[in-house]
């Protein structure tokens, strides 16, 4: 086993500063000038819903979370403006706290919820026949309007029309501070728990789940706390579970679905062997190979995982999250999805192949 040196963590600072999971910096809103009376409609700007369960600590500025770690959940609704000119997979920032809604994302619209109640009915008058509620959860190296940013790119690159969750944990928003991250996500699991266990006990609400990253690690570690809790049933009501380029090392990944008992079905995996990031944190963790990076799929063998390989996919960046930032592999994504082509046991699509795990 290599013992990380000095070297990698700086590798993988570097790398998280520009990778897919970065993310400093605040909301924009819109300026002034351009604000109107429907926020952006004039321009066409769309709007993306998303409301918020966070273990960040509160900062001064309204429906603002820093990088502390509250003891309570927190709750919030948001709504983020996306421009006319977006393009798929992209990021449309302002360079500062203003915005034009015809060029940029901004925060067009914010609001606390009381508890976790009022997050609930929302989400209930949200919903729409035969669309799923989604809880996404960000990776290493997210301030929260950055996370927030890129669940609201993902959802309306994919069309998705149910309600999005999003689910914040409390990253330092540093890509020095890995070891505080994965601290962050052990702190969250309960936080996390506990909003699972209230979306699948509501009636008539499909729930499905999301992670990238880090963010898949607080996924398994959350789901495996509720199997042994006694509730490991209530994992069979969620629709579907994704994990995108999960930083979770593979023999944890395996001791993790094994105390599950079975992986909830679907379960699937985006992968990319020329992950960039995970090569890096792979390096950190004396090379032990990480689930989001695996060459040998027989090491998933048994336990019913598809597995999406996007490692043909040419990506100029850390191919840390394809299916979120390649316009090429959400166009890919959103046809199978629309054709139901996830049904053999494996399928090759250009440069994407789809195998499902015995």
Known sequence: MRTPTRRH???LASAGAVAGCGGQGGFSVVDPDHAGAGVGADVGAGVQQLLVATTRTADPAPIAYGAGRAKTLDFARLAISIPPNHKVGQIERSRGSRADPARHFALTGAETLPDLEALV??????????QEAVVFVHGYNNGF????????????????????????????ANPFEYTYDRDSVLIARDALA?????????DGLRVSLVGHSMGGLLIMETLRQIALSGDRALLDRLSATTLISPDIDMDLFRAQAHALGHLPQPFTVAIAQNDRLLRLSSGLSGGAARLGSVEDLDQLEGLGVFVVDMTGIADTGSNHFLPGTSASAIALIKGLRDADALAPQSLSVGPVSIKLGG
Request: glycine content about 4%.
């Open 9 to 11: 963590f700086i590798a």
């Open 121 to 130: 009915t929302a989400a209930r008058a949200a919903s729409t026949p035969g």
């Open 145 to 172: 309007a950055k996370a927030a940013y890129r669940h609201a790119q993902v959802a309306w690159d994919y069309e998705l029309k149910g309600p999005q969750i999003h689910f914040s944990w409390s990253s330092a």
């Open 194 to 202: 506990t909003l699972l266990r209230r979306l699948l006990r509501e």
